[in-house]
């Protein structure tokens, strides 16, 4: 079974970058797109940024112009780069890769960020 496996999370001082990469152990059939998701205790899951097969990105306002999405469809692969970090980007991060016949979603890698 296809799994995806994330990882690059951690502490970060406000202010500081981190780099969130994910992999899949397996190919997966079709991507359409692939992006990252995160939630923060007591909210919902919020996408964070995504790119499709086309190239084309989408940012949530509150991260435009810090992060960067970039991937691979054929190796089925996808990073985000987070730059000047706040306390309020503290949270789990989840990657997610949309296929012809099915979403796969990562476990979560938490990122906190101190002042």
């Known amino acids: 079974q296809v799994q995806l496996v994330e990882s690059g999370g951690g502490l970060v001082q406000a202010g500081g970058s981190v780099r969130l990469s994910c992999v899949a152990s397996?190919?997966?059939?079709?991507?359409?797109?692939m992006g990252w998701y995160r939630q923060a205790p007591g909210k919902q899951r919020e996408l964070v940024a995504s790119?499709?097969?086309?190239?084309?990105?989408n940012y949530a306002d509150s991260v435009k112009g810090r992060f960067t999405i970039s991937g691979d469809m054929a190796k089925s692969t996808v990073s985000l780069q987070m730059n000047s970090l706040k306390p309020e980007d503290t949270a789990v991060y989840y990657c997610?890769?949309?296929?012809?016949?099915?979403?796969?979603w990562g476990k979560g890698i938490l990122v906190t960020v101190s002042s």
């Open positions: 397996g190919s997966i059939f079709g991507i359409k797109t």
């Open positions: 790119i499709n097969s086309g190239g084309s990105t």
């Open positions: 997610n890769i949309q296929g012809v016949f099915r979403n796969y």
